[in-house]
Structure formats: C-alpha cells, structure tokens
C-alpha cells in the first residue's frame, strides 16, 4: 500500500509540474540539470584511444590529446558553436521518463 502511495505522490508532483511549474523541484522528481546534460554531452564526445590517447570527437573533430583535460580545454576554445547549439537545444531541466 505504500508502494501505490508513493507512486501517487510521483504523479501529483509531475503533473504539478504544468500547473505551476515555478515551484517545482525538477532535480527532486529525479530531472537533469542542464549542465549535468552539457556535461554528459561532452563526455559523450570525448574518446579514450589508447592508455594515454585521448580523442576529440565533436563534429568530425580527429584532433589527439595526451589528457582528458586537454581535450576539455579544446573542446571549450575551438568548439564555442557546438556548445552554444547544446546550450540552446537543452531544456533548462531535463526530466527522466518513468
């Protein structure tokens, strides 16, 4: 019985969401923040070749790194345009389906 409770709890909360969507706490019904979705979309484009190979795979992007953290930096001051268009495609919060 609490199971259902719970449950309901959940769907008042999302559908609380369109009703008054200013107070709603989107990170607590288990949203995405927008820049943990940037985040993981960066991590998405960055590739481990080797043990010590790191690659930029951001719009064909084949440059080589010897640090994760210098792909990042690349990523940053050469791919300005990619990070703005994710900035703009990603909603403010990011709810998860259930």
Request: with cysteine.
């Amino acid at each position: 019985m609490a199971n259902v409770a719970v449950t309901r709890k959940l769907w008042v909360d999302k559908l609380n969401l369109f009703i008054t969507p200013e107070q709603a706490d989107v990170l607590k019904l288990g949203g995405v923040s927008k820049e943990d979705a940037i985040e993981k979309e960066i991590t998405a484009a960055i590739t481990r070749e080797a043990e010590d190979r790191w690659r930029c795979t951001v719009k064909k992007c084949t440059k080589l790194f010897l640090e994760e953290k210098f792909v990042r930096s690349h990523i940053q001051k050469r791919h300005k345009d990619w990070l703005e268009q994710l900035a703009t495609e990603v909603p403010p919060y990011r709810l998860k389906c259930i």
